[in-house]
């Protein structure tokens, strides 16, 4: 490694085609991008951040819609340094966007991140070359050349729109959640059509139901959507609990982790009485957030007949809240559109007593088919929905789409798009055979989605920090995994998808929200079991990969 001779090219000066020498490039400013970033300078390496957008945040720097916010519970969805949280104070247990962007703004000024990283500035371009250096573009036209390449662009930096027929024929305003208008969007009185009933779909509803004339809800496939339990939090509570903060952190850390509060349960369904069973559900319904998806019973996710006594529990739950038996089968049916949890659950608050107002519909188009959008509204196979605004929750090319997007090249040429044409395949989510010198954090077949955000950012980074240290120490050059490893992780994936319930249900999961995507499981169901691969790797000497 090489100190560096260039001064810091800050974000908001105009593009330089200077190539600057590096230790490492590392590729967005969400939570991985900005933990590796502090890491990796505090190991002593000479990193640069690029960053497509204006600012630090990641998904919330995008996701801008009206509702939206983190699923993951206070303190869990923040940093564990103490420099971070000492003097951080959350206004709510689940935090909307505008304070997480806050927070982001806050910890960069803590870690003194800005001077190290170029926002505005989207890669383009990157090739590896013989020298072993990643010579990398971006569209502003600044260049960079680096020994390491991180990929931190997010799981959800690639918005997915349906191919609508005649969406462009539109004359109202339409919006996709990923993409929202910083100006906003105003829904008073207005006739809104949403379709999409995801995480995201959920958010907006609840947002633009009390104050639109009216609002349609196009919806596919139910979500099940839990009750978040969300409340004000204050600043003597935090007080109290920082306490305990390390050790919390610490624990987060090692397995069972994730959430601090929600232990991985060790009972199944049916080892406790019925009795037991009602009162452990009714439990962690009351604790909410994801605590009834991944706190009540062990064998949820694995078990069909118990993935149906949660069904079953949730379904008669939700729907005491809907008034017009229609519209609770729709969106509660009786029996379970899929096994329940395996497509991703959305947190609530109010979203199915809205469906009891008379200024909201819902439209289920199983059963009546979108057939166009026209120039006034959404045509369906039974009628026509006049619009002034349309809402696309339509979600995103997760896990893999957002890499591909990029013109990344190996050694030889091929393109990460083309090495993965026919399906994502990687070792331990992080490392793809023909792309040396390069990691994806929160990749495509890591614990992404299934491991809260910054443990996971906290825990792969500290793997590839470790991994770099051991390089430098032993004056080794370059890393590289191998295609039977790639194949042997992939076939692994494909066995998690039988053995659970998740193979069952077309979900982003499964990349089956894509037309024409291979259908495989695009994360790793269980952050605990990754985490111990990743470390095995690590103890076996950086097995499956050659590092010389
Ligand atoms: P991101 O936060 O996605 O950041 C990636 C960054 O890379 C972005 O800023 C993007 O602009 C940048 N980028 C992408 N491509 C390029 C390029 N070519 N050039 C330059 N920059 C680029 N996780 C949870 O744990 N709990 C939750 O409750 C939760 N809620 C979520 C809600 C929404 C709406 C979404 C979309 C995601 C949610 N997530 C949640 C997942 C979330 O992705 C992670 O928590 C976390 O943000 C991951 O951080 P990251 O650094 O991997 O990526």
Redesign the pocket.
């Known amino acids: 490694m090489r100190p560096s001779v260039n001064a810091p090219v800050h974000g908001r000066q105009s593009a330089k085609s200077v190539m600057e020498e590096l230790d490492v490039v590392i590729?967005?400013?969400?939570?991985?991008?900005?933990y590796l970033l502090h890491k990796l300078r505090s190991e002593g390496y000479v990193v640069r951040l690029?960053?497509?957008?204006s600012g630090l945040?990641?998904?919330?720097?995008?996701?801008r819609y009206p509702g939206?916010r983190?699923?993951?519970h206070v303190p869990n969805?923040e940093l564990s340094m103490e420099a971070c949280w000492r003097d951080w104070v959350w206004s709510e247990r689940f935090p909307g966007r505008d304070e997480l962007v806050r927070y982001f703004e806050h910890i960069d000024k803590k870690l003194d991140l800005s001077r190290d990283i170029d926002v505005d500035?989207?890669?383009?371009h990157c090739r590896f070359g013989d020298d072993y250096k990643w010579r990398i573009k971006?569209e502003n036209g600044r260049e960079y050349e680096a020994s390491y390449l991180l990929m931190?662009?997010?799981?959800?930096?690639k918005p997915h729109t349906p191919e609508l027929p005649g969406l462009a024929s539109f004359r109202g305003d339409c919006h996709h959640?990923?993409t929202w208008p910083e100006t906003g969007v105003d829904f008073a009185g207005r006739q809104v059509g949403i379709v999409g009933t995801g995480?995201?779909g959920v958010q907006v509803v609840q947002e633009v139901a009390p104050v639109a004339g009216h609002l349609t809800i196009f919806q596919r496939t139910p979500v099940t959507a839990l009750p978040m339990q969300q409340r004000q939090l204050d600043a003597d509570e935090q007080a109290v609990a920082k306490a305990g903060y390390p050790q919390m952190f610490k624990r987060r850390n090692v397995p069972p982790g994730n959430f601090h509060d929600i232990p991985r349960p060790e009972v199944g369904v049916f080892e406790v009485s019925a009795k037991e069973r009602h009162a452990i559900f009714e439990a962690a319904w009351q604790k909410g957030g994801f605590a009834f998806w991944i706190g009540a019973f062990n064998d949820i996710l694995l078990d069909e007949a118990a993935n149906r006594v949660a069904y079953d529990f949730w379904r008669d739950r939700t729907r005491a809240r809907i008034h017009d038996a229609v519209t609770a089968e729709l969106l509660a049916p009786t029996e379970p559109p899929y096994p329940f949890g395996t497509k991703r659950p959305a947190l609530e608050q109010n979203f199915y007593d809205l469906f009891n107002l008379p200024n909201v519909e819902l439209v289920d188009l199983k059963s009546t088919p979108l057939t166009a959008v026209v120039p006034e509204g959404i045509q369906t196979s039974a009628a026509t929905f006049n619009l002034d605004v349309l809402v696309l929750a339509t979600g995103?090319d997760a896990n893999s789409g957002?890499l591909t997007?990029?013109d990344v090249r190996g050694p030889n040429d091929e393109s990460l798009a083309a090495a993965w044409s026919d399906g994502v395949e990687t070792y331990l989510g992080m490392a793809v055979a023909g792309f040396p010198n390069m990691l994806m954090?929160?990749g495509p077949q890591s614990a992404?989605?299934f491991?809260?955000?910054?443990?996971?950012?906290e825990f792969q980074g500290d793997w590839v920090a470790r991994l770099f240290n051991r390089m430098r120490a032993q004056r080794e050059t370059c890393f590289e995994t191998t295609a039977d490893m790639g194949e042997a992780w992939t076939e692994h994936l494909a066995e998690l998808a039988e053995t659970t319930l998740f193979g069952r249900t077309d979900s982003w999961y499964m990349g089956a929200n894509i037309p024409g995507k291979r259908r495989q499981l695009l994360n790793y169901p269980n952050s605990d079991a990754y985490r111990e691969k990743l470390w095995d790797c690590e103890a076996n000497g950086y097995e499956g990969f050659v590092i010389r």
Request: charged share 5%; hydrophobic share 45%.
């Open positions: 590729v967005g400013a969400g939570f991985n991008g900005v690029i960053e497509a957008q945040g990641g998904v919330w720097q995008a996701n939206a983190v699923d993951s969805y500035t989207r890669l383009a971006a931190c662009t997010g799981f959800a930096s959640t990923a995480a995201s995103f957002g997007a990029i954090l929160y992404t989605a491991c809260n955000g910054p443990t996971c950012a």
